[in-house]
C-alpha cells in the first residue's frame, strides 16, 4: 500500500475555502514558519482511494468474529452513531449558556441515572476519555478523601497479580506503591495474604470481578470488608461488567467508586484504538471529590453545572466525550429495565459454549463455569510441539478469523483469552470452534506452518524487535 | 432485542452442550443476598422510540448560525471526505491494531497521522495521539519530570483546563507548579527569568495564548533552556500551518488539541490531543507509537512499537497509566490535513488572522468595546465590555449569534474562516446597538 | 551456554568482573540473554549514582517484556557503557563484553557463585 505521502504530487488540492471576503492583513514576517509543513497534496479522488484500500486492510466488528478477552468487542449499533451526529449534539459549544445546552446536560443526566442504578453508585462524572482515565479519576478521588480527613500515611494500593496492567499504572501515577496481592490455585484473592498485606497505611484495593481470568469471586464481600476495616477504600475496574450487569451491582459489592468502559459492556465503537469513554460513579462519601462540571437537576427540573466542594479538579478540557457517551445512552434506552441482565445472561452462556466444546482439545486454564470469558493455556500443545500461543494466533489469521487476547492474564502460561459476547450467534461460535479445533490438529500434524503463520495475510509477521531498536517513526520526505 | 441474535431454541441447544437446565444456573457462584431483583429503569425502547426520545433531547440545544465564541473549542469548516471517509463502519469498529498483519490499515493510518504533526510542529516524533489538549499537556509536563527537578512553571495565559489538568495530575505524582504571571495579557518574561533555577523541570507556554496573544516563544525557550530545564509548548494547529513552528522555538516537547482538524463543536468532546517531540524525548512519550518495519518477507509493515515504555509491560513502573489513543480523531485529523494540504491549511490560518482583525478594529472602534490588551493576535481577542455582557450576550444571542466568552476582563472574541463578513458586520451591528443602549 | 571461568555470577544472572579489590564491572549472563530473548532498550543509570546490593540499577526491554537489573555490589558507579545505548543487540551478542557499568569504592558485596556454581545453578534452574 501507498503512504498517502507517496500518493501526493506538487500541486494536487482540494478547493475547500474561498478568498477572503475581507481585507488581507498578512502576519508579520517574524512570526511565519520558514518551510510549510510537508502535507499531502492530493485530490479529493486520492484521497478517497487511499482510504478505500486502507479500510481494506482493517478488521471491524463488521468483518467478523472478534472474540478478545477483556475487550467486550460487541456490535456497535448504527441508531447510536446516527444520534451521535444529530446536529443539536455535535454542533454545540461547550461553553454556551447552560440555558442552551438542556438538551445535551439532560442527556449526561440520563446516562448517569441509567448507569448508577446498574452499577449500584450514589453519583457519576462522565469526563474520563478512557478506562485508564477513568482509574486515575477514581483512584485520585480517593487519595482526596484520605488527605481530607488528614490520612496523609496512607500510601499503598493492594493489587491482585491477574490485574490488567493500567491497574498497577494507575496506583503509581497518582503517587502510591502497589502491594501485589497473590491469588490462590482457582485465580481467587488469596484472603490470607490480603489479610496480612493490609494496614493502617491501607489506602484502598483495585480489583474487579469477575477477574481477569474470568471467574466471579465469592468472597467478594470478605475482600471489601476487609479493606475497610483497615479504613481503605475499594475501586472497582468495570472492564468485566458485561458478564454480571443486572445481575450483581459492584455498589453492593462493597465497591465504594468505580469506573466502566463505555466502549466495552455499553457498545460504543473502538474507532481503532479510541475514542472512548470511562465514567467514574463513586458512593456519596466520595461525590465531595468528583471532577467539575458535574450535571444536577434543580427541583425546577433544570440542568445546570456543579462543582463538588472538595473536587480534585479536571482530568482534561471539558466534560468528557459527550459524542460517545450520547451513543452509549442510546444503548441504554435499548436496554432498559431488563435488557442489562439478558445481555449478561447470554455473554455468559456464550462462553461457556465456546469453552465446552473447545476443552474437548484443548486445556482450558480454569475449568468449570467460567463467566463471559475464558482461558486457554497452550502450555501442553508448546511442550509437545513447539506451537505457541503466539502462534497458534497466528495461525488464525489465515482462517480470517480474529485471533483471541494473548499472553494475558499474566498469570496463565502461554494464554489465549476468549470473550465471545453476547452479540454472536450460535453459529458463528460453532464455526470459530471448528477453526480451533482444525488448528489444533495441524499444532501436532504440521506445526512448522503455525510457526511460520501467517500465510495469507497482506503482510507476514512484522520484525517487531528492529521496529523498537531503530525507531521509525515518521515518513522521512 | 439488545442485538443479541440467539434464540430461545439456540439457547436451549447451548445449555445443553454446557450441562445446566437453566440460564440462572450460570451464576450459582453469585451469592444470592447480592443478587439484583431488578433495576428500577424504564422498559426497554425500540429503535424508533429511542429515536423520538434523542432526538427530542437534541432539539432542547440551541445550534446557532453565527459562531464567535472559542476557548479552546473552535468552529472550523469540516470537509466532506472527512466525515465520510471517517464514518466507514470498518474503521469505527476495529479495536486497536495489536495483531499487525490484518490491521496495516489502521497501523499506516496512524503513521501517517504522526508523520503530519511532526511536520505541522517541526519536531522529530509524534505519539498516537491522547485524548486532547489539556491532558496531553498534563502527561508533557509530566515527561519533563528529572531526578533533581521536580518543579514546573506554567504561564497563567495558558488555558484554564489546560492549567486545572495539569495540577489534577500533579496531585498524582507529587511535582510541583507554579504560574508565571502575565503583563499585558502575555507571559511576563522577566518574572520568568526570575522564576527560574537548576529545580525547574520545564516551562509550558501556549502560543498563541488563551486570550489570542502571541507570546514572545523564542524568549522562553531560551530562559527555560538557560537552567537546563525543557520548554513544552502548546500550540494551535490551524495557527501552526502559517506560523512559526515549536521546533524554530526551540521546544522540547509540542503539544495542543486538535479539534480545529476536522472535529466539530461536540459539546466538548472526544476531541484529540496531539503530542511531539525531539528525538531526545522520544521513549519517554506516553502513549502508543506505530514504527515502520519489515515483514518476514521484507515487505514494509507497521506495528506498534516502544511498547516497554507502556503500562501493560511496564506497569507500575509505566510513567503515564494510558492505555488507549483517540484513534478515529487521529484519522479525521489526518484526513482533514490531507483534504486541506499544506496551501489550504495556510490559507484557513490566514482566514482566521484577517477574519479576527478585520472584526477587531471594527469592534474596538465602538464605545466601550476597547480592545483591552495592546498585542498582536492569532484569531481571538479581548474586549472591553461597557455593561453587564450578559446583556451583550443576550441580545446577540437574539439574533442567533454565539458572541464572545465573558472572561474576567472582559469578552474573548474568536472569528474563523466560517464568519463571513456579513455575519461579522451583522455582528458590529448589534454590538454599536449595545453600546448606545448602554449609556 | 557459556560461562566464562574468570568472572563471578548471582542468582539473579549478573557477572561481576574484579578490576581490583574495590573496582568492578557488571553485566547480564549468556544464561539471562537468552532468556530474555533480543533486546531493544537498556536503561542505563547516571555516573555518580550509587548502586546497592539487591536494589535495580538498571532495566533492558524485549519487545514484550522489561526485566530489571539487580545490584550484587555496593559503591559508586564510575562509568556506564553508553555503546549499550545505540546497541542493545551487543547483550544478545556479547553479553560477557557488554557491560552496564564499572563500580568504584565498593563497600559491600554479596556472596558471589563461580563459575562451576553458578552453571549448576543454571541447569537447575532450567529443569524446574
Given at each position: 500500500?501507498?503512504?498517502?505521502?507517496?500518493?501526493?504530487?506538487?500541486?494536487?488540492?482540494?478547493?475547500?475555502?474561498?478568498?477572503?471576503?475581507?481585507?488581507?492583513?498578512?502576519?508579520?514576517?517574524?512570526?511565519?514558519?520558514?518551510?510549510?509543513?510537508?502535507?499531502?497534496?492530493?485530490?479529493?479522488?486520492?484521497?478517497?482511494?487511499?482510504?478505500?484500500?486502507?479500510?481494506?486492510?482493517?478488521?471491524?466488528?463488521?468483518?467478523?468474529?472478534?472474540?478478545?478477552g477483556s475487550?467486550?468487542?460487541?456490535?456497535?449499533?448504527?441508531?447510536?452513531?446516527?444520534?451521535?451526529?444529530?446536529?443539536?449534539?455535535?454542533?454545540?459549544?461547550?461553553?454556551?449558556?447552560?440555558?442552551?445546552?438542556?438538551?445535551?446536560?439532560?442527556?449526561?443526566?440520563?446516562?448517569?441515572?441509567?448507569?448508577?442504578?446498574?452499577?449500584?453508585?450514589?453519583?457519576?462524572?462522565?469526563?474520563?476519555?478512557?478506562?485508564?482515565?477513568?482509574?486515575?479519576?477514581?483512584?485520585?478521588?480517593?487519595?482526596?478523601?484520605?488527605?481530607?480527613?488528614?490520612?496523609?500515611?496512607?500510601?499503598?494500593?493492594?493489587?491482585p497479580d491477574a490485574a490488567h496492567g493500567t491497574?498497577p499504572a494507575?496506583?503509581a501515577?497518582?503517587?502510591?506503591?502497589v502491594?501485589t496481592?497473590p491469588s490462590?490455585e482457582?485465580g481467587?484473592?488469596?484472603?490470607?495474604?490480603?489479610?496480612?498485606?493490609?494496614?493502617?497505611?491501607?489506602?484502598?484495593?483495585?480489583?474487579?470481578?469477575?477477574?481477569t481470568i474470568?471467574?466471579?469471586?465469592?468472597?467478594?464481600?470478605?475482600?471489601?470488608?476487609?479493606?475497610?476495616?483497615?479504613?481503605?477504600?475499594?475501586?472497582?475496574?468495570?472492564?468485566?461488567?458485561?458478564?454480571?450487569?443486572?445481575?450483581?451491582?459492584?455498589?453492593?459489592?462493597?465497591?465504594?467508586?468505580?469506573?466502566?468502559?463505555?466502549?466495552?459492556?455499553?457498545?460504543?465503537?473502538?474507532?481503532?484504538?479510541?475514542?472512548?469513554?470511562?465514567?467514574?460513579?463513586?458512593?456519596?462519601?466520595?461525590?465531595?471529590?468528583?471532577?467539575?462540571?458535574?450535571?444536577?437537576?434543580?427541583?425546577?427540573?433544570?440542568?445546570?453545572?456543579?462543582?463538588?466542594?472538595?473536587?480534585?479538579?479536571?482530568?482534561?478540557?471539558?466534560?468528557?466525550?459527550?459524542?460517545?457517551?450520547?451513543?452509549?445512552?442510546?444503548?441504554?434506552?435499548?436496554?432498559?429495565?431488563?435488557?442489562?441482565?439478558?445481555?449478561?445472561?447470554?455473554?455468559?452462556?456464550?462462553?461457556?459454549?465456546?469453552?465446552?466444546?473447545?476443552?474437548?482439545?484443548f486445556d482450558?486454564a480454569?475449568?468449570?463455569?467460567?463467566?463471559?470469558?475464558?482461558v486457554i493455556t497452550m502450555s501442553r500443545v508448546k511442550k509437545e510441539t513447539g506451537v505457541s500461543a503466539l502462534d497458534m494466533a497466528k495461525g488464525m489469521l489465515d482462517?480470517?478469523?480474529?485471533p483471541p487476547t494473548m499472553y494475558f492474564p499474566i498469570m496463565v502460561d502461554e494464554a489465549l483469552m476468549?470473550?465471545?459476547?453476547?452479540?454472536?450467534?450460535?453459529?458463528?461460535?460453532?464455526?470459530?470452534?471448528?477453526?480451533?479445533?482444525?488448528l489444533y490438529?495441524k499444532a501436532y500434524s504440521d506445526p512448522q506452518v503455525l510457526k511460520t503463520a501467517p500465510h495469507?495475510t497482506?503482510i507476514r509477521r512484522p520484525d517487531e524487535v528492529g521496529a523498537a531498536r531503530n525507531p521509525k517513526v515518521?515518513?522521512?520526505? | 432485542?439488545?442485538?443479541?441474535?440467539?434464540?430461545?431454541?439456540?439457547?436451549?441447544?447451548?445449555?445443553?452442550?454446557?450441562?445446566?437446565?437453566?440460564?440462572?444456573?450460570?451464576?450459582?457462584?453469585?451469592?444470592?443476598?447480592?443478587?439484583?431483583?431488578?433495576?428500577?429503569?424504564?422498559?426497554?425502547?425500540?429503535?424508533?422510540?429511542?429515536?423520538?426520545?434523542?432526538?427530542?433531547?437534541?432539539?432542547?440545544?440551541?445550534?446557532?448560525?453565527?459562531?464567535?465564541?472559542?476557548?479552546?473549542?473552535?468552529?472550523?469548516?469540516?470537509?466532506?471526505?472527512?466525515?465520510?471517509?471517517?464514518?466507514?463502519?470498518?474503521?469505527?469498529?476495529?479495536?486497536t491494531p495489536y495483531q499487525a498483519e490484518?490491521s496495516?490499515?489502521?497501523l499506516?493510518?496512524?503513521?501517517?497521522?504522526?508523520?503530519?504533526?511532526?511536520?505541522?510542529?517541526?519536531?522529530?516524533?509524534?505519539?498516537?495521539?491522547?485524548?486532547?489538549?489539556?491532558?496531553?499537556?498534563?502527561?508533557?509536563?509530566?515527561?519533563?519530570?528529572?531526578?533533581?527537578?521536580?518543579?514546573?512553571?506554567?504561564?497563567?495565559?495558558?488555558?484554564?483546563?489546560?492549567?486545572?489538568?495539569?495540577?489534577?495530575?500533579?496531585?498524582?505524582?507529587?511535582?510541583?507548579?507554579?504560574?508565571?504571571?502575565?503583563?499585558?495579557?502575555?507571559?511576563?518574561?522577566?518574572?520568568?527569568?526570575?522564576?527560574?533555577?537548576?529545580?525547574?523541570?520545564?516551562?509550558?507556554?501556549?502560543?498563541?495564548?488563551?486570550?489570542?496573544?502571541?507570546?514572545?516563544?523564542?524568549?522562553?525557550?531560551?530562559?527555560?533552556?538557560?537552567?537546563?530545564?525543557?520548554?513544552?509548548?502548546?500550540?494551535?494547529?490551524?495557527?501552526?500551518?502559517?506560523?512559526?513552528?515549536?521546533?524554530?522555538?526551540?521546544?522540547?516537547?509540542?503539544?495542543?488539541?486538535?479539534?480545529?482538524?476536522?472535529?466539530?463543536?461536540?459539546?466538548?468532546?472526544?476531541?484529540?490531543?496531539?503530542?511531539?517531540?525531539?528525538?531526545?524525548?522520544l521513549r519517554k512519550l506516553?502513549?502508543r507509537i506505530v514504527g515502520e518495519t519489515v515483514d518476514a518477507e521484507g515487505s514494509r509493515a507497521f506495528v506498534l512499537t516502544l511498547q516497554a515504555r507502556e503500562q501493560h509491560i511496564r506497569r507500575e513502573k509505566a510513567s503515564?497509566?494510558?492505555?488507549?489513543?483517540?484513534?478515529?480523531?487521529?484519522?479525521?485529523?489526518?484526513?482533514?490535513?490531507?483534504?486541506?494540504?499544506?496551501?489550504?491549511?495556510?490559507?484557513?490560518?490566514?482566514?482566521?488572522?484577517?477574519?479576527?482583525?478585520?472584526?477587531?478594529?471594527?469592534?474596538?472602534?465602538?464605545?466601550?468595546?476597547?480592545?483591552?490588551?495592546?498585542?498582536?493576535?492569532?484569531?481571538?481577542?479581548?474586549?472591553?465590555?461597557?455593561?453587564?455582557?450578559?446583556?451583550?450576550?443576550?441580545?446577540?444571542?437574539?439574533?442567533?449569534?454565539?458572541?464572545?466568552?465573558?472572561?474576567?476582563?472582559?469578552?474573548?472574541?474568536?472569528?474563523?474562516?466560517?464568519?463571513?463578513?456579513?455575519?461579522?458586520?451583522?455582528?458590529?451591528?448589534?454590538?454599536?446597538?449595545?453600546?448606545?443602549?448602554?449609556? | 551456554m557459556n560461562v566464562p571461568q574468570n568472572l563471578h555470577y548471582t542468582k539473579s544472572h549478573e557477572w561481576i568482573l574484579f578490576l581490583d579489590?574495590?573496582t568492578a564491572r557488571i553485566g547480564i549472563t549468556d544464561f539471562a540473554q537468552h532468556e530474555l530473548g533480543d533486546l531493544v532498550f537498556v536503561n542505563l543509570p547516571q555516573v555518580?549514582d550509587k548502586v546497592e546490593i539487591d536494589q535495580v540499577f538498571a532495566d533492558v526491554e524485549s519487545v514484550k517484556a522489561v526485566s530489571d537489573i539487580y545490584g550484587p555490589v555496593t559503591g559508586e558507579i564510575s562509568a556506564v557503557n553508553e555503546e549499550l545505548s545505540d546497541s542493545p543487540q551487543l547483550l544478545n551478542t556479547q553479553p560477557y563484553d557488554a557491560w552496564f557499568i564499572e563500580v568504584k569504592?565498593i563497600?559491600d558485596k554479596m556472596k558471589f557463585l563461580n563459575a562451576a556454581e553458578y552453571q549448576q545453578f543454571c541447569e537447575e534452574d532450567e529443569g524446574h
Amino acid at each position: 500500500m501507498q503512504l498517502i505521502f507517496e500518493r501526493s504530487r506538487e500541486g494536487r488540492r482540494c478547493a475547500i475555502l474561498p478568498k477572503s471576503d475581507v481585507p488581507v492583513v498578512a502576519l508579520p514576517a517574524d512570526q511565519l514558519r520558514s518551510q510549510a509543513p510537508k502535507l499531502p497534496m492530493v485530490s479529493e479522488i486520492d484521497l478517497s482511494r487511499h482510504y478505500t484500500e486502507l479500510e481494506k486492510h482493517v478488521h471491524g466488528v463488521n468483518d467478523g468474529f472478534y472474540p478478545l478477552g477483556s475487550c467486550t468487542m460487541k456490535y456497535n449499533p448504527q441508531i447510536n452513531n446516527e444520534m451521535a451526529s444529530l446536529p443539536g449534539f455535535a454542533n454545540i459549544h461547550p461553553l454556551q449558556d447552560e440555558s442552551t445546552m438542556q438538551g445535551a446536560m439532560e442527556m449526561l443526566y440520563t446516562a448517569k441515572e441509567y448507569l448508577c442504578e446498574i452499577t449500584g453508585m450514589d453519583d457519576m462524572t462522565f469526563q474520563p476519555a478512557a478506562g485508564a482515565h477513568g482509574e486515575f479519576t477514581g483512584i485520585l478521588m480517593m487519595k482526596a478523601y484520605h488527605h481530607h480527613r488528614g490520612d496523609k500515611h496512607r500510601t499503598k494500593i493492594m493489587i491482585p497479580d491477574a490485574a490488567h496492567g493500567t491497574n498497577p499504572a494507575t496506583a503509581a501515577m497518582a503517587g502510591y506503591t502497589v502491594v501485589t496481592i497473590p491469588s490462590d490455585e482457582n485465580g481467587f484473592v488469596n484472603l490470607d495474604k490480603l489479610r496480612e498485606a493490609v494496614g493502617p497505611d491501607t489506602a484502598g484495593l483495585m480489583l474487579t470481578n469477575p477477574n481477569t481470568i474470568g471467574i466471579f469471586d465469592p468472597h467478594i464481600c470478605e475482600i471489601t470488608d476487609i479493606i475497610h476495616e483497615a479504613g481503605g477504600l475499594c475501586y472497582y475496574d468495570g472492564a468485566n461488567l458485561n458478564a454480571v450487569m443486572g445481575v450483581v451491582r459492584p455498589g453492593d459489592m462493597g465497591f465504594d467508586v468505580i469506573h466502566l468502559n463505555l466502549h466495552k459492556s455499553f457498545s460504543t465503537p473502538h474507532g481503532g484504538g479510541g475514542p472512548g469513554s470511562g465514567p467514574v460513579g463513586c458512593k456519596s462519601i466520595l461525590a465531595p471529590y468528583l471532577p467539575k462540571y458535574n450535571v444536577v437537576k434543580d427541583e425546577d427540573g433544570t440542568f445546570r453545572f456543579d462543582h463538588a466542594p472538595h473536587t480534585i479538579g479536571m482530568m482534561r478540557g471539558f466534560y468528557g466525550n459527550s459524542l460517545v457517551n450520547v451513543r452509549a445512552l442510546s444503548y441504554l434506552l435499548t436496554l432498559g429495565n431488563v435488557g442489562p441482565r439478558r445481555v449478561a445472561e447470554n455473554a455468559v452462556l456464550n462462553a461457556n459454549y465456546m469453552k465446552n466444546r473447545l476443552a474437548e482439545k484443548f486445556d482450558i486454564a480454569f475449568p468449570g463455569i467460567c463467566m463471559h470469558e475464558f482461558v486457554i493455556t497452550m502450555s501442553r500443545v508448546k511442550k509437545e510441539t513447539g506451537v505457541s500461543a503466539l502462534d497458534m494466533a497466528k495461525g488464525m489469521l489465515d482462517y480470517g478469523i480474529h485471533p483471541p487476547t494473548m499472553y494475558f492474564p499474566i498469570m496463565v502460561d502461554e494464554a489465549l483469552m476468549v470473550e465471545p459476547t453476547e452479540t454472536e450467534s450460535k453459529e458463528t461460535m460453532d464455526e470459530a470452534v471448528q477453526i480451533y479445533l482444525d488448528l489444533y490438529e495441524k499444532a501436532y500434524s504440521d506445526p512448522q506452518v503455525l510457526k511460520t503463520a501467517p500465510h495469507n495475510t497482506p503482510i507476514r509477521r512484522p520484525d517487531e524487535v528492529g521496529a523498537a531498536r531503530n525507531p521509525k517513526v515518521r515518513y522521512l520526505f | 432485542m439488545s442485538y443479541i441474535p440467539n434464540t430461545d431454541l439456540e439457547r436451549k441447544q447451548m445449555l445443553d452442550v454446557v450441562g445446566i437446565k437453566h440460564l440462572d444456573d450460570l451464576f450459582t457462584v453469585v451469592p444470592q443476598n447480592l443478587k439484583v431483583e431488578c433495576l428500577d429503569l424504564p422498559e426497554p425502547m425500540s429503535e424508533l422510540e429511542v429515536s423520538k426520545t434523542l432526538r427530542a433531547m437534541a432539539a432542547k440545544n440551541k445550534v446557532y448560525a453565527s459562531i464567535f465564541r472559542g476557548a479552546g473549542a473552535y468552529q472550523h469548516y469540516i470537509p466532506s471526505i472527512v466525515k465520510s471517509v471517517t464514518s466507514k463502519e470498518t474503521f469505527v469498529s476495529a479495536y486497536t491494531p495489536y495483531q499487525a498483519e490484518i490491521s496495516q490499515g489502521v497501523l499506516q493510518s496512524i503513521f501517517e497521522y504522526q508523520t503530519m504533526i511532526s511536520e505541522l510542529t517541526g519536531m522529530d516524533a509524534s505519539n498516537a495521539s491522547v485524548y486532547d489538549g489539556p491532558s496531553a499537556a498534563a502527561e508533557a509536563m509530566n515527561m519533563t519530570r528529572e531526578r533533581n527537578r521536580n518543579k514546573v512553571l506554567v504561564s497563567a495565559a495558558a488555558h484554564p483546563m489546560a492549567i486545572e489538568s495539569i495540577a489534577t495530575y500533579f496531585f498524582g505524582n507529587e511535582m510541583e507548579m507554579e504560574l508565571i504571571p502575565l503583563k499585558d495579557g502575555v507571559t511576563d518574561m522577566d518574572a520568568l527569568a526570575s522564576m527560574l533555577n537548576n529545580n525547574i523541570a520545564g516551562v509550558y507556554l501556549q502560543h498563541p495564548n488563551y486570550f489570542g496573544l502571541l507570546e514572545d516563544a523564542q524568549k522562553a525557550g531560551e530562559l527555560a533552556h538557560s537552567v537546563g530545564a525543557k520548554y513544552v509548548m502548546s500550540v494551535n494547529p490551524i495557527a501552526t500551518s502559517l506560523m512559526k513552528t515549536p521546533r524554530e522555538y526551540g521546544a522540547d516537547v509540542a503539544v495542543g488539541d486538535g479539534q480545529p482538524l476536522g472535529m466539530p463543536l461536540s459539546f466538548g468532546g472526544p476531541y484529540v490531543g496531539f503530542m511531539a517531540c525531539t528525538n531526545a524525548m522520544l521513549r519517554k512519550l506516553p502513549g502508543r507509537i506505530v514504527g515502520e518495519t519489515v515483514d518476514a518477507e521484507g515487505s514494509r509493515a507497521f506495528v506498534l512499537t516502544l511498547q516497554a515504555r507502556e503500562q501493560h509491560i511496564r506497569r507500575e513502573k509505566a510513567s503515564s497509566n494510558i492505555c488507549s489513543n483517540h484513534a478515529l480523531m487521529a484519522m479525521v485529523a489526518s484526513v482533514y490535513m490531507s483534504a486541506m494540504g499544506p496551501h489550504g491549511m495556510a490559507e484557513a490560518a490566514q482566514l482566521c488572522y484577517s477574519k479576527a482583525h478585520y472584526a477587531a478594529s471594527k469592534i474596538s472602534k465602538i464605545p466601550g468595546f476597547e480592545l483591552q490588551h495592546k498585542g498582536d493576535f492569532f484569531h481571538e481577542f479581548v474586549t472591553k465590555v461597557p455593561c453587564d455582557p450578559r446583556k451583550v450576550l443576550d441580545l446577540l444571542d437574539k439574533k442567533d449569534i454565539l458572541g464572545g466568552l465573558p472572561v474576567e476582563n472582559g469578552i474573548l472574541w474568536a472569528v474563523t474562516e466560517m464568519n463571513s463578513k456579513d455575519q461579522i458586520d451583522t455582528l458590529v451591528n448589534v454590538l454599536k446597538e449595545v453600546s448606545r443602549s448602554c449609556n | 551456554m557459556n560461562v566464562p571461568q574468570n568472572l563471578h555470577y548471582t542468582k539473579s544472572h549478573e557477572w561481576i568482573l574484579f578490576l581490583d579489590d574495590t573496582t568492578a564491572r557488571i553485566g547480564i549472563t549468556d544464561f539471562a540473554q537468552h532468556e530474555l530473548g533480543d533486546l531493544v532498550f537498556v536503561n542505563l543509570p547516571q555516573v555518580g549514582d550509587k548502586v546497592e546490593i539487591d536494589q535495580v540499577f538498571a532495566d533492558v526491554e524485549s519487545v514484550k517484556a522489561v526485566s530489571d537489573i539487580y545490584g550484587p555490589v555496593t559503591g559508586e558507579i564510575s562509568a556506564v557503557n553508553e555503546e549499550l545505548s545505540d546497541s542493545p543487540q551487543l547483550l544478545n551478542t556479547q553479553p560477557y563484553d557488554a557491560w552496564f557499568i564499572e563500580v568504584k569504592n565498593i563497600s559491600d558485596k554479596m556472596k558471589f557463585l563461580n563459575a562451576a556454581e553458578y552453571q549448576q545453578f543454571c541447569e537447575e534452574d532450567e529443569g524446574h
